[in-house]
């Protein structure tokens, strides 16, 4: 597994449009409130063209990509906190994920509701960023009166964690979220430990009109500038084009960006972006059983890089094999990079880098 994300985003912005695009998984897409009661699973496999490539010189019986989990629920509306449109049920599906991705209307059609009257993204984004604290709130204080009630007895180390659930009581209370309020790895592993939706990393996606492709509408513009001063990213994607290219076999999409102008798919920025977004990577292992992808956070050493494929790899591990991607495809391989002394063996103090091509030695 990759990551994981939510999808959030008010009623009739283009969500479960978005994620059967993205997951081919068939949600349920209507104009009109709450068309998504129950959340929905997807599973994405990451594209990477380094797969294809390494596999050439592999000829493998197969090739998995990594892949990433997206989970869609229903529109939040104001309220929702508070239980309106059924809101706390799909907060709480939400909890659990990685990093959410906040889809924002940013195209205008009369024969689609929206709920607030009209295209406003930061009203719409502020909205959903109110009732994402407000959740956080109660979750917050509730633990606060818990803990205070267990620091009567004195314990310091009790008082400081009461002490710093208030701060972020106040924070919440201020309109702010959770991120960066942890000034230690204790209070991270605390802060870690109540799942609050406005510690997650967020990732806009801009639903535009087709012909806004292209360009920049103000209204994307007006999300940008929002996203630059929270230190977010943001993704511009048409709803509708990408449920056209996910009905397409690979030629055809390829015609079909191709045709438009476009480099590539909604879904390759999204999940590049993700990526950027979660800090992580992807090494191969190639062999002739398969080609496969394994994503890792940026920084990670190579026998924590090992235990990503089984346990055993990273107890028992001696050290690894690494050809750089960029070696592996200029020497036709692993025979030619060995040929070359392109191939280097590291030890457990070597962090992986982004497309490393690895074999790990190790004792059972």
């Known amino acids: 597994m990759g990551f994981n994300c939510g999808i ?7 969500k479960s ?10 949600a349920e897409s209507a104009n009109y409130p709450f068309c998504t009661i129950d959340p929905n699973m997807g599973i994405v496999q990451v594209p990477d063209t380094r797969m294809d490539k ?6 493998p019986e197969r090739i998995l990509p990594t892949t990433i989990e997206i989970l869609d629920i229903a529109g939040l509306v104001k309220g929702a906190s508070q239980g309106e449109g059924l809101g706390n049920q799909f907060l709480g599906h939400i909890r659990s994920v990685d990093a959410i991705i906040h889809v924002v ?4 059609d009369e024969n689609i509701v929206h709920v607030n009257g009209g295209i406003n993204p930061i009203l719409d984004i502020e909205i959903i960023q109110t009732e994402l604290a407000l959740a956080d709130l109660d979750t917050v204080e509730k633990r606060l009166l818990r803990v205070e009630k267990l620091a009567k007895n004195g314990d310091r180390k009790l008082k400081d964690e009461a002490d710093f659930y208030q701060r972020i009581k106040q924070a919440l209370e201020q309109g702010k979220g959770a991120r960066g309020i942890a000034e230690n790895s204790e209070e991270r592993l605390l802060l870690r430990d109540l799942h609050l939706l406005t510690d997650k990393p967020v990732l806009y996606v801009a639903n535009v009109a087709e012909n806004d492709l292209g360009g920049e509408n103000p209204a994307v513009a007006e999300v940008r500038r929002l996203a630059e001063a929270e230190g977010a990213q943001v993704v511009v994607i048409c709803g509708r084009v990408e449920a056209e290219i996910a009905e397409l076999d690979e030629e055809e999409k ?9 480099d590539e798919s909604g879904l390759d920025r999204l999940i590049r972006s993700g990526y950027e977004l979660l800090g992580l990577i992807t090494y191969f292992t190639a062999g002739k059983k398969e080609v496969r992808a394994w994503t890792i956070p940026v920084g990670t050493k190579a026998p924590q890089s090992a235990g990503v494929i089984h346990s055993d790899f990273e107890k028992g591990f001696i050290r690894a094999e690494v050809i750089a991607y960029s070696d592996y495809v200029h020497a036709a391989g692993e025979s030619g990079a ?27």
Not at 105 to 108: A, K, P, T, V
Not at 254 to 262: A, I, K, V, W
Not at 339 to 356: A, F, P, S, T
């Open 8 to 14: 959030v985003g008010l009623p009739n912005v283009g």
């Open 254 to 262: 390829e015609l079909f960006l191709s045709g438009m102008g476009l």
């Open 105 to 108: 209307r940013c195209f205008d």
């Open 338 to 364: 060995k040929e070359k002394g392109l191939m280097r063996l590291e030890g457990k103090e070597y962090v992986v880098k982004d497309g490393d091509v690895m074999h790990f030695r190790f004792n059972v």
């Open 54 to 59: 390494i596999a050439e010189f592999v000829n």
């Open 17 to 26: 449009t978005i994620f059967n695009a993205l997951t081919s998984a068939g």
